[in-house]
């Protein structure tokens, strides 16, 4: 089976890839071996002081999700200003003169 992937093709799959799993999987991960709080904001008492805040600041892991969607933005862009030619990779037949 033959694939049409380009190494900027592959590029912009892994990179977005990581930075999804790297936001999303890896991150809500650590945070599950951290312990309670779950929740992207800090737990507070009745008072309003915090008593409680993730291990890892939501901040981060939103901006690696936004980053991850900005690479497949921009590579979606690259692809849409790139002409596709079918049989690309075929060669003209010479021309002979005469």
């Known amino acids: 089976m033959e694939t049409d992937t380009t190494v900027v093709d592959r590029i912009a799959m892994g990179l977005s890839g990581a930075l999804f799993l790297l936001g999303v999987v890896v991150l809500g991960f650590v945070e599950i071996l951290a312990g309670p709080p779950y929740g992207a904001a800090p737990q ?5 002081e915090v008593i409680a805040t993730p291990l890892v600041d939501p901040n981060l892991r939103t901006g690696l999700v ?6 497949l933005t921009l590579y979606g862009l690259y692809r849409l200003a ?16 005469g």
């Open 82 to 97: 790139t002409p596709y030619f079918e049989g690309e990779d075929q060669e003209t037949p010479a021309v002979t003169h």
């Open 66 to 71: 936004i980053a991850g969607l900005v690479v």
């Open 44 to 48: 507070t008492n009745d008072a309003g």
